[in-house]
C-alpha cells in the first residue's frame, strides 16, 4: 500500500500512535497498518510526510549517565512483512527497528527537512543514483 507521502520510495510515516493509555510519536510502516479497516486506511492514505532520514538522539542525560534504551522497546511492535530473498518472495516477522517500535515513548520531534536532503537507500542499486556518486 501506497500513501501519498511516499514519494515513490518505500517506507513509513511520522504518526502519534496510542499503545493503551500513552500516546507518542513514532514512525508507523505500511504493514503495521491494518489496511482493511476503513480509519486506519483513511489515515495511512491522507498522511502528508515520508518517515525521517535524519535521526539525532541523546543517548545520555544531561548528568552524562546513559538511558536505558531497552525500557523504550515496545515488543508487541512485531509486524508480518512481504520480503523477497533470491527472487522468491517470503514472508518475514520483524521486531521492532529503530523506527517502528524501539522508540516508543521517547519525546520525539518531527522536523520537515528539504526534499533535496531525502536520499535514501533501500538496496545496493540506490547507490547508483547522481545524489550517490557525486555527480
Not at 23 to 29: K, L
Not at 46 to 58: G, R
Request: glycine share 8%; charged share 25%.
Amino acid at each position: 500500500m501506497r500513501s501519498p507521502c511516499r514519494s515513490g520510495e518505500p517506507g513509513g510515516g511520522p504518526f502519534w500512535v496510542r499503545h493503551g493509555t500513552a500516546v507518542s510519536r513514532q514512525i508507523v510502516e505500511s504493514s503495521q497498518v491494518d489496511h482493511d479497516h476503513p480509519e486506519q486506511e483513511r489515515i495511512w492514505t491522507s498522511a502528508t510526510h515520508f518517515n525521517p532520514v535524519d535521526i539525532v538522539a541523546a543517548i545520555r542525560d544531561r548528568h552524562g549517565r546513559p538511558y536505558d534504551l531497552a525500557r523504550y522497546v515496545d515488543r508487541e511492535a512485531v509486524f508480518v512483512a512481504d520480503k523477497s530473498h533470491g527472487g522468491e518472495p517470503l514472508r518475514a516477522l520483524e521486531h521492532p527497528g529503530l523506527w517502528n517500535g524501539s522508540m516508543a515513548g521517547w519525546n520525539t520531534i518531527f522536523v520537515e527537512v528539504p526534499r533535496e536532503t531525502f536520499a535514501p537507500v533501500k538496496t545496493l542499486f540506490d547507490l547508483l543514483r547522481p545524489e550517490h556518486r557525486g555527480s
